[in-house]
């Protein structure tokens, strides 16, 4: 045996080292096809993200809107029932005037029927006075 026997590589070894750096290399371009794909998903993700980000801040601002009608609308509900109890007042106060003046009505009337009996007796009288007796 030479020297450089053991220092060199035989020609199946040297096979055997290119193959297994062809496999290693496949190896890396499958790890790197697998990378590049998981970041193609992940900026899916992150559009998808944005989107449904960009939604939900959406939402939140119709949700304020609505709180901000619902707000608006307790204060005009709130003027609302302020105005029917002042309604009601006034509807009180005016059956009470109406009963006020139904009661006065009715005592001139009694009164005006009082006055008419009254003239009606001094008529009857007054006639049977100047009526001739026979």
Same mark, same amino acid.
């Given at each position: $045996?030479c020297?450089? =026997?053991?220092g060199?590589? #035989? $020609?199946d070894?040297?096979?055997a080292r290119v193959?297994a750096?062809e496999a290693?290399?496949?190896?890396?371009?499958?790890?790197?096809?697998?990378v590049?794909?998981?970041?193609a998903?992940?900026?899916?993700h992150s559009?998808g993200?944005?989107r449904a980000?960009?939604?939900? !801040?959406?939402?939140?601002s119709?949700v304020?809107?609505?709180?901000t009608?619902?707000? !608006?609308?307790?204060? !005009?509900?709130?003027?609302v029932?302020?105005?029917?109890?002042?309604?009601?007042t =006034?509807?009180?106060?005016?059956?009470?005037e109406f009963?006020?003046?139904?009661? !006065?009505? #009715?005592?001139?009337f009694?009164?005006?029927?009082?006055q008419?009996?009254?003239?009606?007796?001094?008529?009857?009288?007054?006639?049977d006075?100047?009526?001739p007796? =026979?």
């Amino acid at each position: $045996m030479c020297r450089y =026997d053991q220092g060199v590589a #035989r $020609m199946d070894e040297l096979e055997a080292r290119v193959a297994a750096l062809e496999a290693s290399h496949a190896d890396y371009r499958a790890v790197l096809a697998a990378v590049n794909a998981l970041g193609a998903n992940q900026r899916e993700h992150s559009v998808g993200l944005a989107r449904a980000s960009s939604e939900l !801040e959406t939402v939140r601002s119709e949700v304020a809107a609505v709180k901000t009608d619902g707000a !608006e609308l307790k204060t !005009e509900v709130a003027a609302v029932k302020t105005d029917v109890a002042a309604l009601k007042t =006034d509807v009180a106060a005016f059956k009470i005037e109406f009963i006020d003046f139904r009661q !006065e009505t #009715r005592a001139n009337f009694r009164s005006v029927d009082e006055q008419f009996a009254e003239l009606k007796d001094l008529i009857i009288g007054f006639r049977d006075r100047d009526r001739p007796t =026979d």
